[in-house]
């Protein structure tokens, strides 16, 4: 590796953009190691993310517009109900069964867990299903015209987050003298400059402009899938070797927990899959929170809906997404303002936030105008309305018959009383092409997590953050042909 006109003997910085799920295990990998190493974040220090509300009995349902708790910097799946699929399968979770393989996939998800149940607070049981659960759910969704894929679940909670998070962080500071911390920073650019990343900033909360620029010799980006758009504005997008990505537009359902009590206690989330007979598009399941809450999601031009449980204080109901998958081809290419531009027409309707509307409307052609008497009561204010008004008739035929579906597994979860929340759609950047370590075809950038494209929740993201920081390491040390790890003063403690 070629690095003319600077000396073998300076330590390289890294910067590392985004700290959630996969961008707080890259920095595991890196605590240590022999590169100078900042963080950049939008939300603040971890002792100070705000609680929920809920919580704090300010409020005992969700308020129709997001508050801070759901804002950007808060609402990593990390901090939000905090669900972890632990076996490594080609379908659920993401793509790195095809980058890695099973058993590299495998084992750093067994690395995920022990991580997470060494800092829980509290004991947090893992969901296997037994021989007699999956003899009980095969036969229920062959019957059912669905596929069911396995998995093995870790649910820690919102309300465990915080500590477990807090936790994790302590332990890579102590480990960490060469890590510098950058909170209520919003990356503006990042920007090649010859073999170096600039990185321009800004304070995120801040009213007056302090605009600040450093470069580096690494660059991790970790920006979740709120942050895809943002991704494809950079200059150095273009170089990336793309294609067009998936998008996923839902409603998050929001249902009696009766009706779906079986398939809970036995499995916690199912994933049942369904080809729908009239369009063919694939129709999946997706973030179950048995006697759980709705929740807003904040991304300031325009609001989602989603879905959380704490392990401790439960409702009387059960939300899950439904989702419809769509992938564009020419001449359409970007996903991600399909999606967006669906949400802000729902936003439009509904006076700036969500809409619900009853699932017996919606088959009936009609606007929801009040649940007052409705069997099923929200645990999030929306606006009453039609979602038909705004969703594509192929979406929401598609999403009918896998309640339809899932109603023969789960008898009364297509009553017409259950509750659909709009606008739930998980918009995903171009697929972009990566090494084994998540590196892109531009040297020394690294795209981890949801923004890669080639994650879909808390497990591989956390494994893709692992990998990327394994590749730098090894990187780091080719370059100065040192030890991996540079020796931990004895003065650092969890709290520096």
Same mark, same amino acid.
């Given at each position: 590796?070629? $690095?003319?006109?600077?000396?073998?003997?300076?330590?390289?910085?890294?910067?590392?953009?985004?700290?959630?799920?996969?961008?707080?295990?890259?920095?595991?990998?890196?605590?240590?190691?022999?590169?100078?190493?900042?963080?950049?974040?939008?939300?603040?220090?971890?002792?100070?993310?705000?609680?929920?509300?809920?919580?704090?009995?300010?409020?005992?349902?969700?308020?129709?517009?997001?508050?801070?708790?759901?804002?950007?910097?808060?609402?990593?799946?990390?901090?939000?109900?905090?669900?972890?699929?632990?076996?490594?399968?080609?379908?659920?979770?993401?793509?790195?069964?095809?980058?890695?393989?099973?058993?590299?996939?495998?084992?750093?998800?067994?690395?995920?867990?022990?991580?997470?149940?060494?800092?829980?607070?509290?004991?947090?049981?893992?969901?296997?299903?037994?021989?007699?659960?999956?003899?009980?759910?095969?036969?229920?969704?062959?019957?059912?015209?669905?596929?069911?894929?396995?998995?093995?679940?870790? $649910?820690?909670?919102?309300?465990?987050?915080?500590?477990?998070?807090?936790?994790?962080?302590?332990?890579?500071?102590?480990?960490?003298?060469?890590?510098?911390?950058?909170?209520?920073?919003?990356?503006?650019?990042?920007?090649?400059?010859?073999?170096?990343?600039?990185?321009?900033?800004?304070?995120?909360?801040?009213?007056?402009?302090?605009?600040?620029?450093?470069?580096?010799?690494?660059?991790?980006?970790?920006?979740?899938?709120?942050?895809? $758009?943002?991704?494809?504005?950079?200059?150095?997008?273009?170089?990336?070797?793309?294609?067009?990505?998936?998008?996923?537009?839902?409603?998050?359902?929001?249902?009696?927990?009766?009706?779906?009590?079986?398939?809970?206690?036995?499995?916690?989330?199912?994933?049942?899959?369904?080809? #729908?007979?009239?369009?063919?598009?694939?129709?999946?399941?997706?973030?179950?929170?048995?006697?759980?809450?709705?929740?807003?999601?904040?991304?300031?031009?325009?609001?989602?809906?989603?879905?959380?449980?704490?392990?401790?204080?439960?409702?009387?109901?059960?939300?899950?997404?439904?989702?419809? #998958?769509?992938?564009?081809?020419?001449?359409?290419?970007?996903?991600?303002?399909?999606?967006?531009?669906?949400?802000?027409?729902?936003?439009?309707?509904?006076?700036?936030?969500?809409?619900?509307?009853?699932?017996?409307?919606?088959?009936?052609?009609?606007?929801?105008?009040?649940?007052?008497?409705?069997?099923?009561?929200? /645990?999030?204010?929306?606006?009453?309305?039609?979602?038909?008004?705004?969703?594509? $008739?192929?979406?929401?035929?598609?999403?009918?018959?896998?309640?339809?579906?899932?109603?023969?597994?789960?008898?009364?979860?297509?009553?017409?009383?259950?509750?659909?929340?709009?606008?739930?759609?998980?918009?995903?950047?171009?697929?972009?092409?990566?090494?084994?370590?998540?590196?892109?075809?531009?040297?020394?950038?690294?795209?981890?997590?949801?923004?890669?494209?080639?994650?879909?929740?808390?497990?591989?993201?956390? /494994?893709?953050?692992?990998?990327?920081?394994?590749?730098?390491?090894?990187?780091?040390?080719?370059?100065?042909? /040192?030890?991996?790890?540079?020796?931990?003063?004895?003065?650092?403690?969890?709290? #520096?």
């Amino acid at each position: 590796m070629s $690095h003319s006109g600077e000396s073998q003997s300076r330590m390289q910085k890294l910067a590392l953009v985004g700290l959630g799920a996969s961008g707080l295990f890259a920095l595991k990998e890196l605590a240590g190691a022999n590169v100078e190493v900042h963080v950049f974040d939008v939300g603040p220090v971890y002792e100070k993310r705000y609680a929920c509300p809920i919580d704090q009995g300010k409020l005992t349902v969700c308020p129709p517009k997001a508050c801070s708790y759901c804002a950007p910097g808060q609402s990593a799946g990390s901090w939000n109900d905090f669900k972890v699929i632990l076996s490594a399968s080609p379908v659920i979770g993401g793509r790195l069964y095809d980058l890695v393989g099973e058993q590299e996939l495998q084992k750093r998800l067994d690395v995920v867990r022990e991580t997470i149940l060494k800092h829980a607070p509290c004991e947090i049981p893992v969901v296997k299903p037994n021989a007699e659960d999956l003899e009980w759910i095969h036969k229920r969704a062959t019957l059912a015209g669905m596929t069911y894929h396995y998995q093995e679940l870790l $649910h820690c909670g919102s309300d465990n987050a915080p500590a477990i998070n807090s936790s994790i962080l302590a332990e890579i500071k102590a480990l960490g003298p060469n890590i510098h911390f950058h909170w209520d920073s919003k990356v503006v650019s990042v920007t090649r400059r010859g073999e170096k990343f600039a990185i321009r900033y800004d304070g995120y909360r801040k009213q007056v402009s302090d605009e600040k620029e450093d470069t580096f010799d690494y660059c991790i980006l970790s920006v979740g899938r709120g942050g895809a $758009h943002w991704l494809t504005q950079q200059e150095f997008y273009k170089e990336l070797d793309i294609y067009p990505g998936q998008v996923d537009i839902g409603v998050r359902v929001e249902t009696s927990c009766y009706f779906t009590e079986e398939v809970d206690k036995r499995f916690y989330e199912p994933k049942l899959y369904y080809i #729908s007979r009239h369009t063919g598009d694939v129709v999946r399941n997706f973030c179950s929170n048995p006697r759980g809450y709705v929740t807003p999601e904040n991304h300031r031009d325009y609001v989602l809906v989603n879905g959380h449980s704490k392990m401790y204080e439960k409702s009387e109901n059960n939300n899950f997404a439904v989702l419809v #998958s769509k992938t564009f081809t020419r001449p359409f290419k970007d996903p991600q303002l399909y999606s967006q531009t669906i949400a802000k027409v729902v936003n439009m309707l509904a006076g700036g936030g969500p809409l619900v509307q009853r699932l017996g409307d919606l088959k009936a052609g009609r606007r929801t105008k009040s649940l007052t008497n409705n069997l099923i009561k929200p /645990t999030l204010e929306a606006e009453c309305g039609d979602i038909s008004l705004a969703y594509p $008739h192929r979406i929401l035929a598609s999403i009918m018959e896998y309640l339809d579906a899932l109603n023969k597994i789960c008898p009364g979860v297509a009553d017409d009383s259950t509750l659909l929340f709009a606008p739930e759609c998980k918009s995903y950047p171009d697929s972009i092409k990566v090494s084994k370590s998540m590196e892109t075809t531009i040297e020394n950038l690294f795209i981890i997590g949801d923004s890669s494209s080639w994650t879909r929740g808390v497990g591989q993201a956390t /494994t893709s953050g692992l990998l990327a920081g394994e590749g730098v390491r090894k990187k780091v040390k080719e370059h100065h042909n /040192t030890p991996e790890r540079v020796p931990t003063p004895a003065v650092a403690t969890a709290a #520096s």
